[in-house]
């Protein structure tokens, strides 16, 4: 399924692109004229212009009103169909933004089958139905059966994460996912379950286990990707984050209390509650919800700066993130806003925006230079796409599932 016309970018499409020298290029790069590269800066002296390394930002080209149509139709069927429909809304979904997401004037493609999604989820939701009902009729075996259950998280993560990888292709190369049931067994149950036995000290490095994980085995074509992700900023982050949401709670609580104090009446029951009452009390539960909000989105922006600072692609490419915290605070306020205040009809252009916002804050460096940027990109990609064999692929078709874990 093609993605919609507004969507689709003609493959090997440069013209009006204008290149920036990596050396010299802002930290926070300026906005993007149409076309997706970055505005020329001055190159290093003495280096021609045809050898600079070209560096481009990812493009997002998907409108709200295109994708409701697609959401709204997908939300009914998936409703009538008792939730079996699901499966094609999310191949839809993902196509669409997939097909809106750009990056040298080529698109990217979404392959998945449907069915191949349904099979997964089906003995998902058999799986949790079995578990729902041991521990409703026979806790203790129940929670046996959850514990005995654990050991198999890990090879439901892989095996997810291979079949999205392998499906999704840019310029006709596929990804790949190469993580072993070990390395995600570390970082998906060991280093949690030490968070958690740590009252929280030992977490952040399981979010920095986690993410190095998804990162270092993730290959487009032969073209490994690779990060060394820090561990103090992602505690540092995970700090900030934390008392962010603690200042915002401590200050609505004590306002709340002073309120009901000012007010003078102590009532028995909700119904004696008058507006300035009933408002200082919920007070405190807006301002959670508020500085959740906005410590999420500290977290989430200042965590994506730190985990995409310096991916290395390959040879001498790379990928990075530089999304302004500040600015993503108040994005992800704004989108909050609106979902409530359109009682979530605004969802769709919610996501549309999420994704242009990270899609023009994500850089992808080229190691060709910006004299062939044609050839060079043509070239690399051909490189990527040599294979030495297909053994991993057909073993993949033949299970073929995804758990949309």
């Known amino acids: 399924?093609?993605?919609?016309a507004s969507c689709r970018a003609p493959y090997d499409d440069f013209e009006g692109l204008s290149l920036v020298p990596l050396d010299n290029a802002p930290d926070r790069p300026p906005a993007p004229p149409a076309g997706g590269a970055l505005p020329r800066q001055p190159h290093p002296p003495g280096l021609p212009v045809a050898?600079?390394?070209?560096r481009m930002r990812v493009q997002f080209h998907g409108e709200g009103g295109e994708f409701f149509r697609i959401w709204i139709?997908?939300?009914?069927?998936?409703?009538?169909?008792?939730g079996i429909y699901s499966a094609w809304a999310k191949v839809r979904t993902r196509r669409y933004f997939y097909g809106c997401t750009s990056?040298?004037?080529s698109t990217f493609e979404y392959l998945a089958e449907p069915m191949a999604i349904l099979k997964g989820r089906a003995v998902l939701a058999v799986a949790l139905l079995l578990l729902y009902a041991s521990l409703s009729m026979m806790p203790l075996f129940g929670a046996a059966l959850l514990v005995g259950a654990l050991p198999f998280v890990p090879a439901l993560i892989v095996s997810s994460l291979r079949f999205n990888y392998r499906v999704t292709r840019w310029r006709n190369v596929a990804f790949r996912f190469t993580g072993s049931y070990g390395g995600a067994a570390v970082a998906f149950l060991l280093w949690p379950l030490l968070g958690v036995v740590s009252?929280?000290?030992?977490?952040?490095k399981a979010i920095q286990a986690q993410r190095s994980y998804l990162l270092n085995h993730v290959h487009y074509g032969n073209a490994a990707f690779s990060a060394d992700i820090p561990l103090w900023p992602v505690y540092g982050c995970s700090i900030v984050a934390s008392v962010l949401l603690g200042i915002v709670t401590a200050v609505a609580t004590v306002l709340s209390g002073l309120m009901l104090a000012r007010a003078g009446l102590r009532p028995q029951s909700m119904a004696d509650l008058d507006h300035w009452q009933l408002f200082a009390l919920v007070l405190p539960t807006l301002a959670y919800l508020f500085g959740l909000t906005l410590s999420a989105a500290y977290y989430r922006a200042a965590l994506r700066n730190i985990v995409l600072a310096d991916v290395a692609i390959g040879d001498g490419h790379g990928l990075r993130s530089h999304v302004s915290v500040l600015d993503y605070i108040a994005f992800a306020t704004g989108n909050l806003l609106l979902t409530v205040v359109t009682l979530g009809l605004a969802r769709p252009w919610v996501r549309v925006?999420?994704?242009r916002y990270f899609a023009t804050t994500t850089t992808i460096r080229f190691?060709?230079?910006?004299?062939?940027?044609?050839a060079g990109i043509a070239a690399l990609t051909e490189a990527a796409g040599r294979r030495g064999s297909t053994l991993g692929d057909a073993a993949g078709d033949a299970f073929d599932w995804d758990l949309s874990l």
């Open 1 to 4: 399924m093609l993605p919609p």
């Open 73 to 82: 139709v997908n939300l009914l069927l998936t409703v009538l169909t008792l």
């Open 51 to 54: 050898a600079v390394p070209l």
């Open 353 to 355: 925006r999420t994704a």
């Open 367 to 374: 190691a060709v230079p910006a004299g062939a940027a044609m």
């Open 199 to 204: 009252f929280g000290l030992l977490w952040p």
């Open 103 to 105: 990056l040298a004037g």
